[in-house]
């Protein structure tokens, strides 16, 4: 749903990085980013930079792209957030179930 706020370049990037996830291996060319997200390839290689300033993207010797760990940093910055309030639900749980 659109709105006042929405940014199609800011989209664009957030496609972007989900386009790439799954391909930390081999990575994929600009162009079949570009192809996949239906989008140009300049566009799709501006990102791509803005991705990699960021240090979120890097580019391989054969001219592929990939993220970089801290996108994976990220998720796992989130999965030990919501493994520490699980504790935390679990240890109230107990102290009100008397388990």
Not at 4 to 23: F, H, N, P, V
Not at 47 to 74: C, I, K, M, S, V
Request: aromatic share 6%; proline share 1%.
């Amino acid at each position: 749903m659109a709105n006042d706020y929405d940014c199609a370049s800011q989209q664009r990037l957030l496609k972007l990085i989900e386009t790439m996830a799954g391909s930390e291996i081999d990575g994929q060319t600009a162009a079949d980013l570009a192809r996949k997200m239906e989008v140009s390839t300049t566009a799709t290689f501006r990102d791509l930079q803005n991705l990699q300033t960021a240090l979120w993207a890097e580019q391989l010797e054969d001219g592929r792209w990939r993220l970089t760990p801290n996108a994976a940093r990220l998720l796992r910055r989130i999965t030990d957030n919501i493994n520490t309030a699980m504790r935390r639900i679990n240890k109230v749980h107990q102290d009100y179930m008397g388990v």
